[in-house]
């Protein structure tokens, strides 16, 4: 998973009247339209209105104020954005994170962690799609893969969708949020109920140390963004790419992790860093990035090859294995001219790759806005 950013819950104060507020929310309330205002409201203008009458006028004023159910979300220090909400689908809390599904008119349904956009109906496809592929299809034949975090199923979906794949070990710590969202995301039910999906509720670094050495042809990286207080930045460190995530792969393996905002302006919070650490384990390393519009910025995302002899395809082979590899439906977003484009990121970032010296350690590390549900 990803997307740690602090997030503001606005609304009503009927529609959240018994949901604790996470550290790191705020809860804003319209005075004026405090429960007893709504109550006055409906009993005066209700009186004496027929039953059917009444629920008709109650659903009428429920309505309005569900039009007022906002979720505002910092993106930086100074700086944040917002969203409607029609309805919270579902609010709970695991021994890990408070878990939201909410339904926007905007973005469809909504996953959140800990009141931080994780993943939407519009758009998810588009970053599952460059997370997965790429590395999937670079690979001669990849037949096992591991996924470390993922645990709403869309990353376990589109690697589902490769013919040659045999094994699929998903390692996601909250088994509150892997069986909330095999149920009521319904995009990724179908993945989760596949024969060869492992899916093991545990520490993403221990399952992996156990593995014996060669054991994974791709290993994809889909955690929670480097942030302070937050348990996954030791996920992103040379000490665990180098002894751990390199040693498990098979010869001609490929790693890749989603690596942060990469826009002219944000690519120095983590990207730059991301990158600096996986080159310094691995030979080869391919940036690239695209634009993801409910991230409010350009995303980015590092592969690494293995063997130093592998090197991007052409646009015409990735094509040629997009078409002789993937069941079912054609991919919405990637192609091989896509690709291409992807990999060619502007100036400012160029420059901001090549010159980054530092490396995520056990003892250094470079965070995202935000703080964590522990810190």
């Not at 926007?104 to 931080?116: I, R, S």
Request: charge should be negative; include cysteine; hydrophobic fraction near 40%.
């Amino acid at each position: 998973m990803h997307r740690l950013r602090s997030c503001v819950a606005l609304a009503h104060p009927r529609v959240f009247a018994n949901r604790r507020i996470p550290s790191g929310q705020q809860r804003r309330i319209d005075r004026d339209r405090s429960n007893e205002g709504l109550a006055a409201l409906v009993q005066s203008g209700l009186g004496r209105r027929p039953k059917v009458t009444v629920c008709f006028y109650a659903l009428y004023i429920m309505a309005n104020y569900a039009k007022r159910l906002w979720l505002e979300e910092d993106l930086g220090d100074d700086y944040r954005w917002s969203y409607r909400v029609s309805e919270v689908l579902f609010s709970g809390r695991s021994e890990f994170q408070e878990i939201d599904l909410v339904d926007t008119p905007t973005w469809g349904k909504v996953l959140l962690l800990d009141g931080k956009m994780q993943s939407t109906e519009a758009d998810e496809q588009v970053y599952h799609e460059l997370l997965v592929h790429p590395p999937l299809l670079h690979h001669a034949c990849p037949k096992r893969v591991y996924i470390m975090g993922g645990g709403e199923g869309a990353t376990a979906r589109e690697v589902l969708r490769h013919k040659t794949v045999e094994q699929v070990v998903m390692v996601d710590i909250d088994k509150v949020v892997t069986d909330f969202c095999s149920k009521h995301l319904e995009r990724n039910t179908q993945a989760f109920a596949d024969p060869r999906l492992t899916l093991i509720n545990d520490d993403a670094r221990t399952q992996l140390e156990q593995a014996p050495d060669g054991s994974f042809d791709v290993v994809i990286g889909d955690l929670a963004d480097p942030l302070d207080g937050g348990p996954c930045y030791q996920l992103y460190t040379q000490e665990f790419y180098r002894n751990v995530v390199l040693k498990k792969l098979a010869p001609g393996g490929i790693f890749i992790t989603q690596s942060g905002p990469a826009g002219f302006l944000s690519c120095k919070e983590v990207f730059t860093a991301i990158h600096s650490t996986v080159r310094s384990v691995f030979p080869v390393v391919v940036p690239y990035a695209q634009h993801i519009p409910s991230f409010c910025d350009i995303w980015g995302y590092n592969m690494a090859f293995s063997d130093a002899a592998q090197a991007p395809l052409s646009p015409e082979e990735l094509d040629s294995r997009i078409g002789a590899r993937l069941d079912g439906v054609p991919l919405h977003f990637l192609d091989g001219v896509t690709f291409q484009g992807l990999r060619h990121l502007n100036k400012m970032v160029r420059v901001a790759l090549q010159e980054e010296k530092e490396v995520y350690t056990v003892d250094s590390a470079r965070f995202i806005h935000g703080a964590g549900v522990k810190a």
